[in-house]
């Protein structure tokens, strides 16, 4: 690629890449009819899970960006006392050739945010599409073209698994993967080859942590509308319900359960054809390992064969079974029971996938549970809409992937840091001849400025003076 996109400032792509949401806005009727699948059938899912969050992000991009990518300068505040007239400064490289790999089930806000922070951070971008979202792709991409990016800035691939296995050989710069745990090893065994950095965006099996004092009405809506997002196919959908099953508690399972029976007794989904054996032969297994269809809708083989599926909930699973932590893209959850909610928290950090949580239940308490889960993200008596903020990273831990997208440091991220440090004046103690005192002095003035106590101080001070250890 030529250096043209990269020579132009941080603020000009910044706010050429912003001008996408204009283009965006223009062409909002198109982008819906090509976002149309089995999966994503419903307009307005398209406008607020895809379109809403994608141009906020762009905006954040046009308004944030040139000031998280503008050079730093380091002067005397805070700069060690050795280092006497060094000057310092940061700045942001862009990495080269950022390689995207594409979700099937959001490839306007996923693919979009990620190709518009490497845009603006400088790079090159070379996006390879899910299959099935290649029309859409195709548009996404063009109105970045006609917002004003250079056509050279960004290379769409076909959507082969053959194509990225090309393109990482033949040499990329950092490779930002949306998909599968499965897929994110088969990519970093490959990567590792090269040393070539990656960003692992990858499954969930998100909880939600129900503590005593929940609104239980709002607790079912939201599982609820988690469940059925996309069809269910949304990577921290809630797979696991916790809650307590104590004998004062055991009235609010059942109520819960019987106000989600009732939302979604009627609800019927359309699974992903490559995810409905996975989900077929997980929920048979659950089954038959004691976990009950509180529903009684399971239908295996309409599934497999046509990919329709009614809600499922499942009542009475173990903490410690496969569909626990299993990566499901479906509208399935699964209950469970617990005797003290706090186990919700070893269940939760022990879990494989920890890419997000949501907490349901009084401010502080759920506070107090969110800072001890080790996730990604945590939501409080909500889930999933909070990641749809420009502002906040998005990524996970464990098996759910690393590094991040999104946000200020999903945006750096997508950068190297380079340092140039400038020592001005004839002040430079390293470059002199050793001394037989250099040793008592030197030990001295560390002690002196970082000793524990005053005396410690003061004695350090003597021995800077006399030249003697103290």
Request: positive net charge; glycine residues 10%; aromatic residues 4%.
């Amino acid at each position: 690629m030529s250096g043209a996109w990269t020579s132009v400032s941080a603020k000009q792509r910044c706010r050429v890449v912003s001008e996408t949401r204009h283009v965006v806005a223009d062409r909002l009727d198109r982008l819906i009819d090509l976002s149309r699948t089995a999966q994503r059938c419903d307009p307005v899912e398209t406008i607020t899970a895809e379109l809403f969050p994608f141009c906020e992000a762009l905006k954040f991009i046009g308004k944030r960006g040139p000031k998280l990518l503008a050079v730093r300068h380091l002067g005397a505040s805070g700069r060690p006392a050795w280092l006497w007239g060094v000057h310092s400064t940061i700045r942001r490289d862009p990495l080269g050739k950022v390689l995207v790999l594409g979700p099937w089930n959001y490839p306007l806000f996923l693919v979009g945010t990620q190709i518009a922070q490497a845009l603006a951070a400088g790079n090159q971008v070379v996006v390879k599409p899910a299959q099935g979202c290649e029309p859409i792709t195709a548009e996404m991409i063009d109105c970045f073209y006609a917002a004003g990016v250079p056509r050279e800035a960004i290379v769409l691939l076909d959507s082969s698994t053959q194509a990225a296995i090309d393109n990482i050989a033949a040499g990329v710069d950092l490779v930002v993967l949306t998909g599968s745990a499965a897929t994110g090893r088969k990519v970093l065994a490959q990567t590792a080859q090269t040393l070539t950095p990656t960003i692992m965006e990858l499954s969930g099996c998100d909880a939600a942590i129900v503590l005593p004092g929940a609104d239980i009405q709002r607790v079912a809506a939201a599982i609820d509308f988690g469940l059925h997002l996309n069809h269910g196919a949304t990577c921290i959908g809630p797979r696991r319900l916790l809650i307590e099953d104590s004998s004062d508690d055991h009235s609010v399972i059942e109520r819960l359960l019987r106000s989600l029976d009732d939302r979604v007794a009627n609800r019927q989904s359309m699974v992903h054809p490559s995810a409905r054996e996975t989900v077929a032969r997980s929920i048979e297994w659950a089954i038959e390992c004691g976990a009950v269809d509180r529903l009684g809708h399971f239908d295996a083989n309409r599934l497999r064969q046509t990919g329709e599926m009614k809600t499922v909930i499942l009542d009475h699973v173990e903490a410690g079974s496969e569909i626990a932590a299993a990566d499901l893209f479906a509208p399935v959850t699964s209950v469970i029971r617990l005797q003290k909610i706090d186990e919700a928290v070893g269940i939760v950090n022990e879990c494989r996938y920890r890419l997000a949580a949501s907490i349901f239940g009084p401010s502080g308490e759920a506070q107090r549970m969110a800072d001890r889960l080790k996730v990604g993200c945590v939501t409080m008596n909500d889930l999933i809409t909070g990641t749809a903020d420009p502002r906040i990273p998005f990524g996970g831990r464990g098996e759910s992937g690393f590094g991040v997208t999104r946000g200020g440091e999903g945006l750096l991220s997508m950068t190297t840091a380079v340092t140039v440090s400038h020592r001005k004046g004839r002040f430079a103690p390293h470059l002199g001849p050793r001394r037989s005192t250099d040793e008592a002095r030197l030990g001295g003035a560390l002690r002196w400025m970082h000793g524990r106590t005053l005396k410690e101080r003061l004695a350090a001070l003597k021995a800077i003076t006399r030249g003697k250890k103290a």
